[in-house]
């Protein structure tokens, strides 16, 4: 069987943060090597659904390390220096600056994120003008939604400080630490819960674009398309049972027991997010398709972090194949769980990436530090460890892919 990434990379611009999946007939066993994944979070609530695949993956075989770093801006700088195989985020504003082949060959989620205040401070976006808030990291979709919204209602912050992981920073408002920041509905519900009136959700509208996404370097993707192709499966395959039934992240993290060490109050919430990702349609059955492409373009441009007409991005580098019969994808139509996905021929994402930037002592030694972000994550059960938190999945879902292909 040829591989989905081989003949993905068949094209000469290939693959788009649009993915085109339909279910074929089983076919044979492929052969499965290592991959070391770069995650731009913490492990929590959201990522079950990812770890579950990843424990799916392991089990055929793939041999998959999964490393997490405090900001999204580390994690892509990791792959592009070779440190890593995949990255997780949505590193738009790098792929712009470094000169670097870096395909998105998947949509994990669509943002879900709420601004939120305390109502003590604030009330109202204008309220926030010159005040402090506190996202995610940098280049993180948290800190792109409060871009554009502080655009939208002319306002400007007083600062932007980055605090990695959304309970984090739910923990933070709880104890008055913060006032003001941006946090995934699990933790949105657990303010709201534990808060009730103190803590409020500003209004957002109009915001569609990648809240994680698949990438890679193309050489990766060539010389590795087996085990691309069983991790992308495997998520599939999990983002369609998910989809079916939520209740199915809840068995599965017992069955493999899953963050073992994840607070009391939060394993109440697991349920419920998956309800509402199901609800919302934060996970695709479908790893993302050409209007996923097309939406981050516009909201990523909006937000500040890709420079360019969005328009012209889209026109100028989502253009059809000029030989006999090729065309752009369209969105295929959704799996259903428990069959297996192939892509197709995704359309061609190209973005001109213009400059270097330095990035070996960022990886070998400690990040320099900033008085607004957080120190980074310890290894999990070592407190003595100083530099990030170390996690491994495994298991099987399915697989979509996107591109993003660079020209040097």
């Not at 068949?10 to 993915?19: N, S």
């Not at 600062?159 to 959304?166: I, K, L, Q, R």
């Not at 984090?168 to 920041?181: D, P, S, Y």
């Not at 607004?372 to 399915?398: K, Y």
Request: net charge negative.
């Amino acid at each position: 069987m040829t591989s989905i990434i081989t003949r993905l990379l068949r094209w000469p611009a290939l693959l788009a943060l649009a993915l085109a999946v339909i279910l074929p007939s089983a076919g044979p066993a492929r052969a499965a090597g290592s991959m070391h994944i770069a995650f731009g979070d913490i492990a929590s609530v959201e990522t079950l659904g990812f770890l579950i695949a990843i424990e799916h993956a392991r089990e055929r075989g793939l041999d998959v390390e999964v490393t997490y770093f405090k900001s999204e801006d580390l994690a892509a700088q990791a792959v592009v220096g070779g440190q890593a195989d995949i990255g997780v985020g949505t590193p738009y504003a790098l792929l712009q600056k470094v000169k670097a082949p870096i395909r998105i060959f998947f949509q994990l989620a669509s943002l879900r994120f709420f601004p939120m205040v305390d109502t003590e401070k604030y009330q109202t976006w204008a309220d926030l003008d010159g005040q402090e808030v506190v996202v995610h990291s940098r280049g993180s979709g948290t800190e792109a939604i409060m871009n554009l919204m502080a655009q939208r209602n002319g306002i400007t912050y007083g600062n932007m400080s980055y605090v990695p992981g959304s309970e984090v920073r739910a923990g933070a408002m709880l104890q008055g630490n913060i006032h003001a920041t941006i946090v995934d509905s699990a933790n949105r519900r657990l303010l709201q819960e534990k808060g009730g009136d103190r803590f409020a959700v500003l209004p957002m509208e109009g915001v569609n674009a990648s809240d994680e996404a698949l990438y890679a370097n193309e050489n990766y993707l060539q010389e590795n398309a087996d085990s691309v192709d069983i991790l992308v499966e495997e998520l599939l395959k999990t983002w369609r049972e998910i989809n079916q039934d939520p209740n199915y992240v809840v068995a599965q993290r017992e069955q493999y027991d899953l963050l073992p060490d994840l607070p009391a109050e939060l394993e109440g919430e697991i349920l419920p997010y998956y309800e509402e990702a199901k609800a919302t349609g934060a996970f695709p059955n479908n790893g993302g398709g050409a209007s996923a492409a097309k939406d981050d373009f516009e909201f990523y441009a909006l937000a500040g972090q890709l420079e360019g007409d969005p328009a012209e991005l889209r026109d100028a580098h989502l253009r059809a194949d000029p030989r006999a019969g090729r065309r752009l994808a369209e969105d295929q139509a959704d799996g259903a769980p428990g069959e297996d996905p192939e892509l197709l021929a995704a359309c061609p994402l190209d973005l001109q990436l213009v400059g270097e930037v330095e990035r070996g002592a960022q990886l070998r030694g400690r990040p320099v530090g900033d008085a607004r972000e957080a120190p980074p994550l310890e290894r999990l059960r070592d407190p003595c460890h100083p530099a990030m938190l170390l996690v491994s999945a495994t298991r099987g879902v399915m697989r979509a892919s996107v591109n993003l292909t660079a020209k040097h």
